[in-house]
């Protein structure tokens, strides 16, 4: 029996015994949990942390469902000729060929231009822990302006006072003979010290649109 079902046993094993305040909660509670179980399909979660960025993986989709970082190079212009994606060992993830000859661009999630401090920490985004089959419309327009909207905003706050958060969401099947599944969007939230943005966007081409059209918060 997995951790999420022993504790759903025992959250409601104990129901009797605790106040209406208390049982309100810990309904929401497993509401909370049962739409995260049925966004995952109950598949195994692996989380990763690297010095850069943290990473829950979904090996059964091979693709990322969260990651976190910080902008840490907002100024940088270190040279990014020459990287490319590569897998890493003991990690089924995505792979080159589930982005031939398709729609589907190999989308950083913590964007390489907000770690170009040097080539070294630069090539550590170029990770498919850290990449998503995302739409070329959506991966070079909005996202990409998005992106840049968040280095501008750590060159206001400093590096590492950025923080984003992403969210991967599959809400529909939609695999590809190569065996990864397509995400149906993303959820992004950028905090500085003073506010916070929320931004969800389809995984479709939504080229030619403002990025500022995809918040939601």
């Known amino acids: 029996m997995n951790c999420t079902k022993k504790l759903i046993l025992k959250l409601k094993k104990n129901m009797k015994k605790i106040d209406s305040v208390s049982k309100f909660l810990i309904i929401a509670l497993l509401y909370l949990i049962s739409i995260f179980t049925f966004t995952v399909s109950g598949q195994e979660l692996k989380t990763i942390e690297t010095d850069i960025f943290k990473v829950v993986y979904v090996e059964k989709y091979q693709q990322p469902l969260l990651i976190w970082y910080n902008v840490k190079c907002p100024f940088g212009d270190a040279d990014r000729a020459g990287l490319d994606f590569y897998e890493v060992e003991g990690i089924i993830t995505s792979n080159d060929d589930d982005y031939k000859d398709n729609v589907w661009d190999k989308g950083h999630l913590a964007p390489a231009a907000d770690f170009n ?16 089959l995302q739409h070329k419309g959506l991966n070079r327009g909005p996202w990409k302006e998005l992106e840049r909207f968040e280095r501008d905003l750590a060159k206001v706050y400093f590096p590492e006072k950025v923080k984003v958060k992403i969210e991967v969401l599959f809400q529909e099947e939609n695999w590809l003979p190569t065996g990864a599944l397509v995400p149906s969007g993303f959820k992004k939230t950028i905090t500085t010290p003073q506010n916070e943005w929320v931004f969800e966007f389809p995984n479709k081409d939504v080229s030619g649109k403002d990025w500022s059209n995809f918040e939601i918060k």
């Open 117 to 132: 401090c040097d080539r070294e920490t630069l090539k550590k985004t170029f990770s498919y822990l850290n990449c998503v």
